[in-house]
């Protein structure tokens, strides 16, 4: 007897709904709480009690670091729902239906598809407001009119990546060759960079593309597609299938921006000074390729220069604040359309049409892909409004440690300026210099006179308050140890709060049978990371050559390269990537450019550079013990088993 079975659709209710939901959200948003929570209570608290300078815009950042939070959750959410089902099938199906040349093209596509997806890459294009063209023309150029070419140079570097991964996945090649042939190439580059002005300049930023492209967005892709060709094609080497790309993903970045600088360094002009530059004493026509055009260059003029020499400028108006923040909304989800669409429209129009398989739960998809839409553009936002300006807050006052410095945001205007409360003093060589007294609450203050600060037809004069040095005399050892100190204190605790880091950490102890604890590896690499930053703020501070500072760490890289394993090899080099997440690169770089703006160098890059190698460095030598130490068992082991069976024949 034949029985009918009637499906039926089980109702919840919109308590019960809320119920199921909140804990996953809870879950999800503390998860993010955690990953921000340590970094940027350190910078706040370092500011406001160790610089003793408070926080500008306190509940603005506050409301932009929430954000961040916010947008960071729904976009890996959206990112695991939608785009990673999608890598997945990918990596599985295009061997078994496609040819080796369909897999390298749509390799290189998802390469640099992904980077242009990544959150923090839409910091490199806004970071080229602090330089000066006179300066770095290159760097203005790449970072200005330019700045769509660097980002689409960073993508094709990638996109090579992973076509080299994807071959490494499919014919089981060693990571070594592929590291030793790239570093023979960028070293001799990075130094002959360093005998061009205008490259030297391009260079720390290069090496900090490479960390920027190893984000949330093509790490997982990359890797769930290379994993899925490994398993594929049954050249699987062990648990490290996995390994290798996210390293390549970094170095040929490199590569590509250093062949962009070359690209376009005859086209501009060589750094000058200033007055060269406002008087277009040299390189007129180069000058005007900077801009575009000579219109370019008098706008430019009359927006920076003009206003920079004018006295007694007015604050911007609150209807100026708020078309900025209605410009900073737009651009942030546009930017997050046009990262998203493209790179989801390319993976549907693959998987359709090309390798003709079905796309399963494609209501979850479109959910996955909305989320992450919503979640970049919620991320983008916050990264302008909070921890943007949170970095390069922090970074400006860090000189404050050893240096006086003029606080803007702290600039008081002062109306009915009366001329003749200004004084005269006279200085030991004989110059005199005047002053005037600033009665604020109940203390007096001796302030410099500057003329250029009056405004004569308003009577308004612009007084911009001096902080510092706080530890010590000017450019003292005491005040530079702290900032050295703070600088290690952030990436060593920045790092140990990665997500990335602690499961990089559990698989790391499984593939090594328990012989490289996850504890050592998390500590090597933060240790790393500090020291990296570390060495990037000094390289900022005392104005070294990137080149003197990245050329012996990867010598010693290629030396410790060959003497390791494979294994630890990839391992190792891979390390670096989950550094360098989407709360680390906005704020590093925002600090970076920050220290660098205030003590007036021509780029505030190279940071991230630093941070990147040195873990490489620490987990590669760490490797090397651990192996010693296994040698040394087996052999002790080994000796122990000859002896046993010498006595049991003797007997």
Request: net charge negative; glycine share 10%; proline share 5%.
């Amino acid at each position: 007897m034949a029985t009918n079975h009637k499906e039926e659709n089980i109702k919840i209710g919109f308590s019960e709904a809320l119920g199921l939901i909140l804990p996953y959200v809870r879950q999800k948003l503390t998860e993010q709480i955690k990953s921000v929570f340590v970094i940027v209570t350190y910078l706040i608290l370092f500011q406001v009690f160790a610089l003793h300078v408070p926080i500008i815009e306190a509940s603005t950042i506050a409301f932009g670091i929430s954000l961040v939070v916010f947008g960071l959750a729904f976009f890996l959410e959206g990112l695991f729902l939608g785009l990673m089902p999608l890598g997945e099938t990918l990596g599985i199906r295009l061997p078994q239906k496609s040819n080796l040349a369909t897999i390298l093209i749509f390799s290189f596509l998802l390469g640099g598809g992904t980077t242009l997806a990544e959150p923090a890459i839409g910091v490199l294009k806004s970071a080229g407001s602090s330089v000066k063209p006179w300066e770095a023309p290159l760097l203005y150029l790449l970072l200005n009119r330019f700045s769509e070419y660097l980002v689409y140079a960073v993508g094709a570097g990638v996109g090579i990546a992973v076509v080299f991964g994807m071959l490494r996945f499919l014919y089981d090649w060693s990571l070594k060759p592929l590291l030793l042939v790239l570093l023979s190439i960028l070293l001799p580059l990075t130094i002959w960079s360093y005998f061009d002005a205008n490259l030297q300049s391009l260079t720390g930023l290069a090496w900090d593309c490479g960390a920027v492209t190893t984000g949330p967005v093509t790490v997982p892709l990359v890797i769930a597609l290379g994993i899925g060709i490994s398993r594929v094609s049954g050249e699987s080497n062990g648990g490290i299938s996995g390994f290798g790309v996210v390293t390549l993903a970094s170095l040929f970045p490199i590569l590509a921006v250093l062949l962009l600088g070359l690209f376009f360094q005859t086209s501009v002009p060589s750094p000058m000074t200033e007055q060269e530059f406002i008087g277009l004493s040299k390189d007129s026509q180069k000058v005007f390729y900077i801009f575009g055009s000579e219109d370019g260059y008098k706008e430019y003029i009359d927006k920076n220069i003009s206003n920079t020499l004018a006295s007694g400028s007015s604050p911007p108006s609150s209807k100026e604040k708020e078309l900025s923040l209605e410009n900073l909304f737009s651009s942030s989800f546009l930017s997050a359309l046009q990262a998203i669409i493209p790179l989801t429209l390319f993976l549907f129009v693959f998987l359709t049409f090309v390798i003709r398989e079905k796309i399963r739960n494609l209501d979850e998809i479109i959910l996955g892909i909305f989320l992450a839409m919503i979640g970049m553009g919620i991320f983008n936002l916050g990264i302008g409004l909070g921890l943007g300006k949170l970095g390069n807050q922090v970074g400006s006052k860090l000189p404050s440690a050893f240096r006086a410095i003029e606080i803007p945001e702290s600039t008081i205007h002062l109306k009915n300026f009366d001329t003749s409360i200004v004084q005269t003093s006279i200085l030991p060589n004989g110059e005199k210099d005047r002053f005037f007294y600033l009665k604020e609450k109940k203390s007096y203050t001796s302030v410099p006179f500057k003329e250029s600060n009056l405004d004569q037809s308003s009577g308004i004069y612009e007084y911009i308050p001096i902080h510092g040095p706080i530890y010590g005399k000017e450019d003292g050892a005491l005040g530079i140890l702290v900032v050295l100190i703070f600088a290690f204190v952030m990436g060593y605790g920045a790092t140990l709060a990665e997500p990335a880091l602690n499961a990089l950490g559990i698989t790391v102890e499984e593939l090594t049978v328990g012989t490289f604890k996850k504890r050592n590896l998390i500590q090597s690499v933060s240790i790393g990371v500090g020291s990296g930053i570390l060495i990037g703020v000094c390289k900022i501070l005392f104005e070294i050559p990137i080149v003197y500072l990245l050329i012996p760490p990867y010598l010693l890289l290629l030396v410790l390269t060959i003497l390791s394993s494979e294994e630890f090899v990839n391992i190792g080099w891979d390390s670096a990537g989950v550094t360098t997440g989407p709360i680390t690169v906005p704020l590093v770089l925002a600090l970076g450019l920050g220290v660098g703006g205030q003590i007036g160098v021509v780029e505030g890059f190279g940071i991230l550079a630093m941070a990147s190698v040195c873990p490489i460095l620490s987990v590669l030598s760490i490797g090397l013990w651990i192996e010693r130490n296994r040698r040394k068992s087996i052999e002790a082991s080994d000796k122990a088993e000859d002896e046993q069976t010498k006595r049991g024949n003797s007997q």
